[in-house]
């Protein structure tokens, strides 16, 4: 194939990139610097030479121990379970979390052959017998998030001295009620709070 | 910044790609195989190397002249004027034209301060001197595409034995008549044909 087609075709394998949008994102860089495009191809080579899952927590990172593993001015009595190393940046973003993560690598779904064993569950177990406190669960408010939640929450139920929490479902703020579904506006009500 | 804000960084600056795309590509490159992340890397590096803007028409190949100005096959002695090189394949992709190109690389913009000497308009006039006997203008059909359709039909004007024709405008097959803009229809039943 053409350089061309072939960046067309590689462009296209991403998620949500259709055959249009990989063309115009060819042309774009085609239009641009030759050294706008290096620096993407760079920015590729450079995570997968670097980039590696945390040996404590499961976070991708450069640097293992990950950056939070790493911290001490992280609280380290608090963990919050995550199913992916991707939702760390979005909970980062929140502000409202100074402990540490563990990140399950999913979440369980056993149609698609996903079990416990599958996850860094038994890891988990391994990280809560030191000195962890709370246990923020913080999967997915789907189906097979759930779950996985309620499962973790069976495994962790023997242990005493560990307050378990998940985090709220209700109106996401800035949403708006009308188009807000059934299920939502059902938790918003049975979480609703003294004002 | 590290190997994960980087390369979403450098995703961001992509059109189309804003932030949590830019996140969402990252971590997708990050769980998958290194070899695919490479050989997307190893294809925007192919086209910054090899492709060029070909000497006669503009079109982006790997290869100059390109095929279309090196093919037997092509027709010389139709000329179809566009705007952009990403414009030459969706031509392609319609399999009715088997002329050859000219790539104007962009359009007239006043506003913009793109005036004629901008375009390869005179390199277009050197090329009517050998033998074309049909010019298609296919600009785009902006207020910005007709302009520059209209300034080449003026310049070309007083060629002899050179017919000029531009695009049909009317209803996108597959479209709807109900959500057809009034110019559109306008244009529609301007154009209407026999049945």
Redesign the interface.
């Known amino acids: 194939v ?3 087609d ?2 067309i ?3 296209s ?5 259709g055959r249009k ?1 990989a ?8 239009k641009g610097s ?1 050294e ?16 590696t899952a945390c040996s404590v927590c499961g976070n ?3 640097d293992d121990p990950c950056e939070f593993c790493s911290s001490e001015r992280r609280d380290a009595s608090v963990l919050c379970v995550v199913e ?3 939702d760390i ?1 979005a909970i980062e973003a929140s502000s409202r979390f100074h402990g540490r993560y563990h990140v399950l690598g999913g979440k369980l779904s056993p149609l698609d052959g996903v079990g416990p064993d599958d996850l860094s569950i038994a890891a988990l177990m391994r990280r809560l017998e030191s000195g962890i406190q709370e246990l923020i669960i913080a999967t997915n408010p789907s189906v097979e998030g759930e779950a996985t939640a309620a499962f973790i929450h069976r495994m962790v139920s023997s242990l005493q001295d560990l307050s378990v929490t998940r985090l709220a479902r209700g109106l996401p703020v800035g949403g708006d009620l009308e188009y807000a579904d059934g299920v939502t506006i059902a938790e918003a009500f049975a979480g609703r709070r003294e004002m």
């Open positions: 053409s350089a061309i072939g960046l075709q590689e462009l394998r991403l998620p949500g990139i949008t063309q115009r994102l060819t042309y774009y860089l085609l030759p706008d495009s290096r620096r993407l191809a760079r920015a590729i080579d450079r995570v997968v030479d670097e980039v991708l990172t450069s992916e190393a991707s940046p």
